[in-house]
């Protein structure tokens, strides 16, 4: 069975830095794509950015590119977001979320494992 478990958030004031975490059992981990979502109160889960199984293509929202870095550690089976000068728009529930294969859009439907979620709350 599949696990994921997501961990690393908080609250920071605008302009700070978070490092979540998403680690994985259950898995051959080097056969899956996984991404990075988000929903904040009252909006749709939207896409944040995902990497490619191998590790070598990743997409980001142009959201948050050029602040954001995901990555992940095959060794540990896990995955990583690095947020950087965060915004009070980035005020959301941070999910990961993976499948099988590759990946081209951040459509929720194409995920079908998911984490709980880690709340990361972004103060003007």
């Known amino acids: 069975q599949i696990q994921v478990a997501e961990s690393g958030g908080g609250s920071v004031q605008a302009g700070e830095s978070l490092r979540l975490s998403c680690t994985t059992s259950g898995l051959t981990f080097d056969d899956y794509t996984m991404a990075w979502f988000r929903q904040g109160p009252g909006n749709k889960r939207e896409g944040v950015s995902w990497i490619h199984k191998g590790g070598d293509t990743t997409y980001y929202a142009d959201s948050v590119q050029g602040r954001f870095t995901i990555s992940r550690d095959h060794a540990k089976n896990t995955l990583h977001l690095e947020m950087n000068s965060l915004k009070p728009e980035g005020t959301s529930m941070y999910y990961c979320?993976?499948?099988?294969?590759?990946?081209?859009?951040?459509?929720?439907?194409?995920?079908?494992?998911w984490g709980q979620g880690t709340q990361v709350t972004v103060s003007s």
């Open positions: 979320a993976l499948k099988g294969g590759g990946c081209d859009s951040l459509d929720t439907k194409r995920f079908p494992n």
